[in-house]
């Protein structure tokens, strides 16, 4: 395997034959077998230096009886205990700023993100100067593999601040070699100003949200500019759930003349983007293994359900050397398989890419829904103006769900889209649903991440991983 040791180390002046369609074209493309038996070596591995570094994983593997030398067999890895949010939160308490999971002396910590705490203690993402180096060529070999090429332009429009995408995706599209424009997001009357930037700078590779970018186009359209102007071919995601869905990628799509690209695990975890779409593998995402082992687990035993199964995916880093996650349970929802993949890499895939949160699906009167599959239903129905929002209440003991949608449509055609969405949801969802028609521009747009549920029952309404 190429560039295979741990710690990580690569030749920076490494880039593949222009003509090659893979970075390490070894490693994308061998038996998954042998592949997976070097992970297993190198699980242990990482295993035994956080065990030897870091006081949280000593304490947590002592307590539940297992060791690093015990890790044989991939369902031997299955019996190491998840770690959830809220213990590194604990442990950020317990041994401020950073945890006692930090592996690295304080000394060789580059950059620092973090959650926005928002809504408690934020935690604080600790990235050493040399991850950052192996991020970055993470992100580069990832990049290529969607496409883009160095001396491409790529245009970063997420935020700058501690959110890590956009740092991730500059640092990657960097290391390639590309012409980055940082131009951020998030502030009173930038995207207008994006749009204008866009114009003129014509990239050919775009980052941000699945939401910003179907606010980009509806900004570019009030400024008489069609998005197809910009000249964009790559239009890459992370952030929320959205460029795997079919109705959200095709909306993307079909304004800008752009191939979407999904990918993203989470923040805690990058290189964030081990899990990503490819130029010949557009739909879904990939599971580069060799970056970061993905399981996809029951959620209730964190036991790896079977290929074509549904569950939580569980991460852990086989290359970071600061806060390393090892079996970071991530409360998502996805379906992984493995299939011949079109781009010719042996990979996991998920179909669908990341669909959901646990704590975000709502439980209704028995069924399950997801937010993504009422998205995806209401921009195929004609005359939906481009939001919504679901708006859960209980009303004694009975749970309702009012979905409100924006339209342009007016007198009968309006009363056509109203039955339409009604008798659609009813159908989708296999629950009641009391569907109103609102007003365009209605609902504030997103300028970052879209928040459509609204969910003002009492209780929780999910079986949530870290008791929050």
């Known amino acids: 395997m190429e560039e295979w040791r741990f710690p990580a180390r690569y030749d920076q002046s490494y880039l593949p034959d222009p003509d090659s369609p893979y970075w390490f074209p070894h490693r994308e493309t061998m038996d ?16 035994e230096y956080a065990y030897a570094t870091a006081p949280f994983y000593r304490r947590k593997w002592d307590a539940a009886d297992v060791k690093p030398a015990d890790i044989t067999s991939f369902e031997a890895f299955e019996q190491v205990p998840v770690v959830t949010k809220a213990e590194m939160r604990q442990s950020q308490n317990d041994a401020p700023p950073f945890g006692d999971y930090l592996c690295v002396d304080e000394s060789q910590i580059h950059h620092i993100h973090g959650t926005s705490g928002t809504t408690g203690m934020p935690t604080a993402f600790a990235l050493g100067r040399d991850d950052w180096q192996v991020i970055a060529d993470n992100h580069a070999r990832i990049l290529w593999g ?30 390639l070699g590309c012409r980055v424009l940082p131009f951020g997001a998030g502030a009173k009357g930038m995207t207008a100003r994006a749009v204008t930037w866009l114009t003129r700078t014509k990239p050919r590779a775009f980052y941000a949200t699945p939401s910003y970018a179907l606010r980009l186009a509806e900004v570019a359209e009030q400024e008489k500019i069609d998005p197809r102007e910009f000249g964009i071919d790559i239009m890459f995601f992370s952030g929320e759930p959205g460029a795997s869905v079919p109705a959200v990628r095709d909306a993307i799509s079909s ?10 695990t989470m923040a805690e975890m990058t290189p964030f983007m081990s899990a990503s779409a490819t130029e010949g593998s557009p739909d879904g995402m990939l599971l580069w293994q060799d970056i970061v082992w993905h399981e996809v687990c029951d959620p209730d035993t964190f036991r790896t359900v079977p ?12 290359e970071r050397t600061s806060q390393p996650m090892i079996r970071l349970a991530s409360n998502d929802l996805t379906r992984w398989t493995m299939e011949t993949n079109g781009c010719g890499r042996t990979y996991p895939k998920l179909p669908r890419g990341v669909y959901g949160r646990i704590d975000d699906m709502i439980h209704i009167r028995g069924e399950n829904v997801y937010p993504t599959e009422v998205d995806n239903f209401l921009r195929g129905v004609p005359g939906y103006a481009g939001e919504h929002r679901i708006v859960v209440t209980r009303t004694g003991s009975m749970d309702e769900m009012v979905v409100r949608a924006e339209t342009d449509r007016r007198d009968g055609a309006r009363a056509e889209f109203e039955r339409a969405g009604a008798e659609g949801l009813q159908s989708l969802l296999g629950v009641r649903v ?21 969910d003002e029952r009492a209780h929780t309404r999910s079986r949530p991983l870290e008791g929050r």
């Open 434 to 454: 009391t569907f109103e028609s609102v007003d365009p521009n209605t609902f504030e747009r997103a300028e970052h991440k879209a928040r459509r549920v609204i």
């Open 32 to 47: 998954p077998e042998e592949r997976d038996a070097a992970v297993l070596v190198r699980l242990r591995e990482v295993m």
């Open 307 to 318: 290929y074509g199964g549904e569950g939580t995916p569980v991460y852990t880093h086989l």
């Open 146 to 175: 969607m496409g883009v090429r160095p001396g491409d332009t790529v245009f970063v429009a997420a935020l700058f601040s501690l959110y890590l995408g956009s740092w991730g995706a500059m640092s990657g599209a960097e290391r």
């Open 255 to 264: 304004a800008f003349g752009a191939r979407v690209v999904d990918c993203g």
